[in-house]
């Protein structure tokens, strides 16, 4: 069954410091990739996502993320965080949207807080 | 970029009574958009996935018949709540597809039942 799993519900990071949300996924055809970011109460914005090619790919506001078949994860990261960065954070999967477009399969999503 | 409207942002009715949310392409035209729940501090679940001048179809134990969807045009997308309960309280989120290899999503539609 395709599943996207977060494993860290809540992290918790200094500002400054680095992040590494983990997303691991099991799907069975070419998956393509996203983040997604939701502050309270508000809708998602993508902060970047993967179709093919250089398997580390950039994203908005600073975040990248790689990509890593082998160990069917796309982990999220952030070399310095901000205060504004504490959000909840969701990966998701899904197939081609060219054909019949696709929904999205996403995490159970990680709630990043951080602290001064 | 493409932006993707919802109506309204937050609605309180009361029990029994049906609610409409409407879901709009504003630059682009969808040919597909997807209906997504979203419980308290729990992830987005698919409803339903909505064609253009076709019937909605809907995901595993989403009654059809209380959660009308109707998807009239290329820009509209329109999900109804029928006699709702308290439990049907939740954060309604919708997404489009515009032919390119992404989904638009609206800003979510906050619905409280009393």
């Known amino acids: 069954a395709q599943s996207v799993t977060q494993p860290d519900i809540h992290i918790t990071v200094s500002e400054g410091a680095s992040l590494e949300l983990r997303c691991n996924y099991s799907?069975?055809?070419?998956?393509?990739l996203f983040w997604y970011v939701q502050s309270p109460g508000q809708g998602l914005q993508l902060l970047l996502k993967y179709f093919s090619g250089d398997t580390l790919v950039q994203g908005i506001k600073g975040f990248e993320a790689e990509f890593k078949r082998s160990q069917s994860s796309f982990n999220l990261r952030k070399p310095s965080v901000h205060w504004s960065d504490a959000a909840e954070y969701f990966c998701?999967?899904?197939?081609?949207?060219?054909?019949?477009?696709?929904?999205?399969?996403f995490g159970k999503g990680t709630t990043l807080s951080v602290s001064s | 970029g493409a932006v993707v409207s919802q109506h309204p942002s937050r609605v309180i009715c009361k029990s029994g009574t049906s609610v409409k949310i409407e879901c709009r392409s504003l630059?682009?035209?969808?040919?597909?958009m997807f209906w997504y729940r979203q419980f308290p501090k729990q992830s987005l679940m698919l409803m339903a996935t909505?064609?253009?001048?076709?019937?909605?179809?809907?995901e595993q134990g989403v009654e059809k018949d209380k959660f009308l969807i109707n998807h009239a045009s290329l820009t509209l997308s329109t999900l109804t709540v029928t006699s709702a309960h308290p439990e049907d309280s939740s954060f309604y989120i919708c997404?489009?597809?515009?032919?390119?290899?992404?989904?638009?999503f609206g800003p979510g539609t906050r619905l409280t039942v009393l």
């Open positions: 909505s064609n253009e001048g076709s019937k909605a179809t809907y």
């Open positions: 998701a999967v899904g197939a081609s949207l060219n054909q019949a477009g696709t929904a999205l399969i």
């Open positions: 799907y069975g055809a070419t998956p393509y």
């Open positions: 630059d682009f035209q969808a040919t597909t």
């Open positions: 997404s489009a597809h515009g032919g390119i290899n992404e989904q638009f």
